[in-house]
T-cell receptor, first 114, second 115 residues
Framework: DGGITQSPKYLFRKEGQNVTLSCEQN?????MYWYRQDPGQGLRLIYY???????QKGDIAEGYSVSREKKESFPLTVTSAQKNPTAFYLC?????????????FGQGTRLTVV | GESVGLHLPTLSVQEGDNSIINCAYS??????FIWYKQESGKGPQFIID?????DKRQGQRVTVLLNKTVKHLSLQIAATQPGDSAVYFC??????????????FGKGTKLSVIP
């Protein structure tokens, strides 16, 4: 079945550590996205990529980094510079120029700083 | 409707009743509006969308209504079932701009279905 797979589902990070969240899709979508979701809040865009080896900052990119070496993969690294990393992270993908804006989401990774 | 703080607005309905979830959007120049359903601990799922040149669109058990005069969007769920319990949020996309990264998401409404 086609879809987006995020791993791990739960992740714990110590203060000062970098952690990487995985996102893989087999939908053959060109565009991929990372969102952050906090309790009672809407989704906020961290980074997006429309093509391999290219990505753009979203609204809250500080403290995060991404790479897009393969079409299928768009990992997100939460660096120690991110002051409040505890959140639910969602990866999504879409057809590049979808006029409707519809995105397909993974099941999310819940990151907790301990 | 939209929340303004840390707590989501909650709608509780009896199983079998109809549910109406509301969303106030901000950009009068948006051309697509999308409703997503997010179950606890999962990613959002697309439910239905509507283009700005429409007032109403129906899907299976769901209807979306768009009132551009007051910038209001609603999702109606007929014969609500326990499996409909989730957070529902709307998203809007600016006119003439393609790509999902353009979406602006609302904060969501939590629907609880009472068996």
């Amino acid at each position: 079945d086609g879809g987006i797979t995020q791993s791990p589902k739960y992740l714990f990070r110590k203060e000062g550590q970098n952690v990487t969240l995985s996102c893989e899709q087999n939908l053959n979508h060109d565009a991929m996205y990372w969102y952050r979701q906090d309790p009672g809040q809407g989704l906020r865009l961290i980074y997006y990529s429309q093509i391999v080896n290219d990505f753009q900052k979203g609204d809250i990119a500080e403290g995060y980094s991404v790479s897009r070496e393969k079409k299928e993969s768009f990992p997100l690294t939460v660096t120690s510079a991110q002051k409040n990393p505890t959140a639910f992270y969602l990866c999504a993908s879409s057809i590049l120029q979808t006029p409707r804006g519809e995105a397909f989401f993974g099941q999310g990774t819940r990151l907790t700083v301990v | 409707g939209e929340s303004v703080g840390l707590h989501l607005p909650t709608l509780s309905v009896q199983e079998g009743d109809n549910s109406i979830i509301n969303c106030a959007y901000s950009n009068s120049a948006s051309d697509y509006f999308i409703w997503y359903k997010q179950e606890s601990g999962k990613g959002p799922q697309f439910i239905i969308d509507i283009r700005s040149n429409m007032d109403k669109r129906q899907g299976q058990r769901v209807t979306v209504l768009l009132n551009k005069t007051v910038k209001h969007l609603s999702l109606q769920i007929a014969a609500t079932q326990p499996g409909d319990s989730a957070v529902y949020f709307c998203a809007e996309k600016p006119l003439g701009r393609a790509g999902s990264y353009q979406l602006t998401f609302g904060k969501g409404t939590k629907l609880s279905v009472i068996p």
